[in-house]
């Protein structure tokens, strides 16, 4: 349970990035994720099918994604829509897109050779984890070197501050747009990674990704919290990993299948409070300690504070 939770959770983490990266370093709500989730799988099974090899299919998916968070980003910049109708639109318009792609409802991939059997003949579990791995590895890489130079940082400080950022001569439209393009580039890319690992890609699929993409978000804050990029990036590999473990966990108690999307919202809730809970708590703490503090000062300068025999006094 937990080698396949491992897997699964890998391929899932290029989502939990891209989404890290619109929510968190650009403070967006982009709902474009639902559409580009399943974009990206309907273009790389389609090529698949079509004589493409799986590595061209999965970098053209991830190609598409970044033409999807372009939309977006246009719709929000350059049409001054706002970002949550923005991301809706993108999403509603490539429900139809990806049908037309595919062709009907679901396309499975029958006899195609997936990445996993790039590698050597070991247990499909540990394929699925050491591909994970791989693809995993070099997008935190990729990611940690880019933030690294003028670009990323541009992007960080107009997600910080974005009137700020424009007086210093950043232009944040184009950072903004930057942004939406990388992250629904990731996350089409594990799009394609989870149809090859289901073996099809399905109009529906998408559904709900971007639950899970917040929820992974939030996990990895609460297991690994940092302020820098390096960090914050593995925290949210770890959220991607602790996320489908929990799920696999309540699978295994005996939840139907169906159950699963409502799990998911259940997790996310449970993350969203857990920090809350604890802030209140370490508040509460906090002002105990300083009245404790206070009434320990007020002791001590009422005791020093006591009446004493002047010098002038008869006695």
């Known amino acids: 349970m937990i080698i396949s939770s491992l897997g699964q959770g890998l391929l899932w983490a290029p ?4 989404v890290f990266i619109t929510f968190r370093i650009l403070d ?3 709902l474009t994720t639902e559409g580009s989730f399943p974009f990206g799988a309907a273009v790389a099974v389609s090529l698949m ?5 799986a590595i061209t299919a999965s970098l053209i998916g991830f190609l598409a994604g970044c033409l999807a968070g372009l939309i977006t980003g246009l719709l929000d910049t350059k049409l001054h829509i706002p970002s949550l109708l923005a991301g809706i639109l993108t999403m509603t318009g ?3 897109i990806n049908m037309h792609i595919m062709g009907k409802s679901n396309v499975p991939l029958l006899n195609e050779k997936v990445l996993t059997e790039y590698l050597p003949s070991w247990d499909l579990d540990i394929q699925t984890i050491v591909l994970g791995l791989i693809v ?4 935190v890489v990729l990611l940690y070197l880019m933030f690294k130079t003028r670009l990323g940082l541009s992007l960080m400080a107009t997600g910080n501050n974005k009137e700020m950022s424009s007086a210093n001569g950043i232009n944040t439209d184009g950072m903004i747009i930057f942004g939406y393009m990388i992250s629904n580039g990731l996350i089409a890319l594990s799009g394609a990674l989870i149809a090859q690992s289901n073996g099809y890609a399905d109009i529906g699929m998408g559904i709900g990704t971007i639950v899970i993409g917040l929820a992974s978000v939030l996990v990895g804050e609460i297991f690994l919290r940092g302020h820098n990029i390096l960090t914050r990036l593995i925290a949210m590999v770890v959220g991607a990993i602790v996320y489908r473990l929990l799920l696999t966990v309540a699978m295994s108690l005996g939840f139907p299948a169906d159950d699963l999307k409502i ?3 259940i997790i996310l809730v449970v993350v969203i409070c857990v920090p809350i809970i604890q ?3 370490q508040t509460k703490r906090q002002l105990k300690k300083y009245l404790q503090q206070m009434e320990a000062t007020d002791d001590e ?4 504070t006591a009446p004493t025999k002047g010098i002038l006094s008869r006695d």
Request: net charge positive; hydrophobic share 40%.
């Open 136 to 139: 995993t590895a070099l997008v």
């Open 301 to 304: 300068s009422s005791t020093s």
């Open 94 to 96: 490539l429900y139809s």
């Open 263 to 265: 799990l998911s919202a």
């Open 279 to 281: 802030n209140k708590i």
């Open 28 to 30: 967006i709500p982009d």
């Open 15 to 18: 989502l939990a990035i891209g």
């Open 49 to 53: 099918l079509k004589g493409q090899s």
